[in-house]
């Protein structure tokens, strides 16, 4: 089993940055594949950003490439996601998500571990 704890969310002014911290425990010697996604209110959860074991592949949706970056320690078992010029429709609760994969999928069914979210607010 994998414990995933999302942290570094909060209230944030438009142009603004936060930087989105998951701490992985339990069965994190293995090669975790790593992914961010998120869920606005009344919408579905949409993928954010993955990164592959190694640190070594990255993947974005479009529309964050540019103003987010996702990145990975595994000596401490952490990924970040470093988002930056933030807009109101950023606006929603973020999710850490691990999965077994190989190869870095969009496809939230296919993560197993999901973390608890981090409320991401940003203000006009």
């Known amino acids: 089993q994998v414990q995933l704890v999302e942290s570094g969310g909060a209230l944030v002014q438009a142009g603004g940055s936060l930087r989105l911290r998951c701490a992985a425990s339990g069965r994190t010697n293995s090669s975790l594949l790593m992914g961010w996604f998120r869920q606005a209110p009344g919408k579905e959860r949409e993928f954010v950003a993955g990164i592959s074991w190694s640190g070594a592949n990255t993947y974005y949706v479009n529309s964050y490439k540019g103003r987010f970056t996702i990145s990975r320690d595994n000596a401490k078992n952490t990924v970040y996601l470093q988002m930056n010029n933030l807009k109101p429709e950023d606006t929603a609760v973020y999710y850490c998500?691990?999965?077994?994969?190989?190869?870095?999928?969009?496809?939230?069914?296919?993560?197993?571990?999901w973390g608890q979210g981090t409320q991401v607010t940003v203000s006009s």
């Open positions: 998500a691990a999965t077994w994969r190989v190869l870095i999928t969009t496809t939230w069914e296919e993560y197993s571990y």
